[in-house]
């Protein structure tokens, strides 16, 4: 560009001076210097020609240059918007897997009350069944050897029979024998007494039936543990072996 500013402004100083020489007096330009002053001019325009082909060029690259840079701003955007979406999808699941293993907890929390209570009523039918049997050992040393053979026929074909019913309720039972501890022989029938063996065994299937229940939760407990990283997977595994003791003692009763 100052290249042909620079040959503008020569011609046009030369401009000036074949002016002046054509006004004043002289002889005109000989024809060498015609010539001259036309080969001048063809290479200009060459340049000039030359010169607008390169800006056109460059202008061309220029464009192509701005469609690639706005080509990538628009793949950053679309990126960016799905690592957005992808975050809020991340924190909503895990937003619902804490909801699922605090909804668990509670679960496994309320089967641990239950097993509480399922416990203590364990322990007050295994004083029950110590009772029954000092009573089973009186009636048999203090009645005749006929009323004897009698029980021992009738008590195992009641007491195997199976009953499918509900689950009875959590709470003490009122048990159709006396509690205390006194040395006097109990009055209790066989009828009394086969109920008393069918409530044991009810009971025991029920703490069973919880224990298993427990360790399933527990075991749903160790799957979320482990999906969210490994946490409370000892938990669940003590929880595990705490419910296998739990089914060997109720099966044991």
Not at 39 to 58: K, P
Not at 90 to 104: N, R, S
Not at 125 to 139: D, F, H, T, Y
Request: hydrophobic share 30%.
């Amino acid at each position: 560009v100052e290249e042909e500013a620079r040959q503008r402004k020569g011609e046009r100083g030369r401009g000036r001076e074949d002016a002046s020489m054509m006004n004043s007096s002289e002889p005109p330009p000989s024809l060498s210097l015609l010539q001259r002053w036309r080969e001048e001019v063809y290479r200009q325009l060459v340049v000039q020609a030359s010169l607008r082909s390169e800006l056109s060029h460059l202008d061309r690259e220029m464009t192509r240059r701005e469609e690639v840079v706005e080509e990538g701003r628009k793949r950053l955007a679309a990126a960016r918007r799905v690592e957005e979406e992808k975050r809020a999808a991340m924190e909503e699941g895990m937003k619902w897997w804490k909801g699922k293993v605090e909804e668990l907890g509670e679960v496994v929390e309320k089967q641990r009350e239950q097993m509480r209570r399922a416990e203590v009523d364990n322990n007050c039918l295994r004083a029950c069944l110590m009772q029954v049997g000092e009573g089973l050992s009186k009636i048999v040393s203090t009645h005749p050897t006929s009323h004897h053979s009698s029980t021992s026929t009738s008590v195992p074909s009641s007491s195997s029979a199976r009953f499918h019913s509900a689950p009875s309720s959590r709470s003490h039972h009122s048990y159709p024998f006396p509690t205390s501890t006194s040395t006097s022989a109990p009055s209790l029938s066989l009828s009394s007494l086969v109920r008393v063996f069918e409530q044991v065994r009810k009971r025991g299937e029920e703490v069973e039936a919880m224990a298993m229940r427990v360790d399933f939760a527990c075991h749903r407990l160790r799957l979320l543990g482990s999906v969210l990283g490994g946490e409370g997977g000892e938990g669940g595994r003590e929880e595990g072996r705490g419910g296998e003791k739990r089914r060997h003692a109720a099966a044991r009763l």
